[in-house]
């Protein structure tokens, strides 16, 4: 496209000639012609009939400054952040008693009798089931024992035979299914302490 | 258009803004803890997503996701492989449901992630649903619902039948037994089947015990009537055992 300075002088000196032809304007005509539109009533704004404030208050314009509206963002995020944790389910990492308890500690002993292993470690609830945190020590006649400070509840386990075969514990309170196909030992620790068979 | 616009001004805009920000914010949060668990302890890839979804769907029905996390990784320990871990969290999730649903059913509106874990894995022993609500119903108070549902699942676990373990365990709080007292049960009913004794005349005798002593009955390694000096092990710690060896090694879980 082109632009032709030639035209645009052209339309400008006809729009000066005509502005010079047209009729002073009084300085107080906007205000006059504002004091007469405050006077009118507002035009209705068809809302429900069941709930007109609360309606009234939602779709009514207001003046936000942004200044706000990040305070009142912030403060409602918040409020629903809140609100959410109190309906969410809380944490419980812990074993379900455990959890619901005091926080007791009480040293429980654990023994395996396999004098052909090379090594025994326990792995349960209580250490997220790893294979190599908790290690026995061998003694006398081939009896691993370890002793560990446990939280009062209910806590399963199983014995890991040199890091490959999963063995449960004899004398364990109760055996259950783990839902793998294969029993984990269960042990109940009370605050007066832990007897086994 | 001019109603739509102003409902969109002002405070709406703010709150609009607000539930963008924060409404996801527990489920991202979840997810995240359930990953950097999960990949800690060296889950693979495609087993982590399984695992986060059945989580997530947990987290959205008002269920605990730690313990489908924690099974995961009860399964990844003992080379269990992945397939089978997915269908025991799921099974460990639909459990929690019912569990919950028993319990609500008892009259708790909205347990906590220690009762409905506790619910479930009482499922996962043997109880049923109504077994379950009895056994919260006679808790005096919420705080003993979960572990009596505990000490009920390892007596169920010990071979007594549904009916004795919920009688025991109910007849126990009706008796105003303290938690430590609920939770010496197990220990104590091991120890009497140890002596040949049947489940019946153990209840029995748990429920003869006095109030407020100890219901260790005489076992090797403790006083006679079970009444330890000091109500406890030295140390927190019984005298060792004698102890049979292990039975031949078996391969339980066959490495992949």
Redesign the interface.
């Known amino acids: 496209m082109t632009h032709d300075t030639g035209s645009d002088e052209m339309l400008e000196a006809a729009a000066r000639a005509y502005a010079r032809g047209l009729p002073e304007l009084p300085a107080a005509l906007d205000d006059r012609v504002m004091a007469v539109v405050r006077g009118r009533p507002v035009p209705a704004?068809?809302r429900p009939r069941h709930m007109p404030n609360v309606w009234r208050w939602?779709?009514?314009?207001?003046?936000?400054r942004p200044a706000f509206?990040v305070p009142?963002?912030?403060a409602?995020?918040?409020?629903?952040?809140f609100v959410?944790?109190q309906?969410?389910?809380?944490?419980?990492?812990a074993?379900?008693?455990a959890?619901?308890?005091p926080a007791d500690t009480?040293?429980?002993?654990f023994?395996?009798?396999?004098?052909a292993a090379r090594n025994v470690a326990l792995?349960g609830?209580f250490n997220?089931?790893?294979?190599q945190s908790i290690v026995l020590a061998r003694g006398v006649g081939?009896?691993w024992?370890v002793?560990v400070a446990l939280p009062?509840?209910?806590h399963r386990y199983?014995f890991v035979?040199d890091g490959?075969?999963?063995?449960s514990d004899?004398?364990a309170?109760?055996?259950?299914?783990?839902?793998?196909?294969?029993t984990n030992s269960?042990i109940?620790?009370?605050?007066?302490?832990?007897?086994?068979? | 258009m001019i109603l739509l616009v102003r409902i969109l001004s002002g405070f709406a805009v703010a709150w609009l803004l607000a539930m963008v920000v924060s409404a996801p914010a527990p489920l991202l949060a979840q997810a995240a803890a359930v990953h950097t668990q999960l990949a800690a302890r060296g889950l693979p890839a495609d087993l982590t997503v399984a695992v986060e979804s059945l989580a997530a769907r947990a987290g959205a029905q008002g269920l605990p996701w730690e313990p489908l996390a924690d099974k995961a990784i009860e399964g990844w320990a003992k080379h269990v492989p992945a397939a089978r871990i997915v269908a025991a969290v799921r099974v460990f999730a639909g459990r929690m449901g019912e569990g919950r649903s028993a319990v609500r059913g008892a009259g708790v509106a909205e347990p906590d992630a220690a009762l409905i874990r506790a619910a479930a894995e009482a499922l996962g022993s043997g109880l049923a649903q109504p077994e379950i609500g009895a056994v919260v119903r006679a808790a005096p108070r919420l705080a003993l619902a979960a572990p009596a549902l505990t000490v009920a699942a390892a007596l169920r676990a010990q071979g007594f039948s549904s009916e004795q373990a919920v009688a025991v365990v109910a007849e126990s709080m009706r008796g105003g037994r303290t938690m430590t007292q609920l939770l010496d049960i197990p220990q104590a009913a091991r120890a009497m089947q140890l002596q040949g004794m049947p489940p019946g005349e153990i209840g029995r005798r748990i429920l003869r015990a006095p109030p407020h002593g100890t219901i260790m009955p005489g076992v090797p390694g403790m006083p006679p009537g079970g009444m330890l000096p000091g109500g406890m092990p030295p140390g927190g710690m019984p005298p060792p055992l004698p102890r049979q060896p292990i039975q031949p090694p078996i391969m339980l879980n066959p490495m992949p």
């Open positions: 704004v068809p939602l779709v009514e314009p207001k003046q936000v509206a009142l963002a912030a409602a995020a918040l409020a629903l952040f959410a944790r309906t969410a389910p809380r944490a419980a990492s074993p379900a008693v959890a619901a308890l009480i040293y429980v002993r023994e395996l009798a396999a004098p792995a609830s997220s089931w790893g294979e081939g009896t024992s002793t009062v509840g209910e199983q035979v490959e075969r999963w063995v004899p004398t309170h109760a055996q259950v299914a783990d839902g793998f196909g294969v269960v109940v620790v009370s605050p007066r302490g832990v007897v086994r068979s």
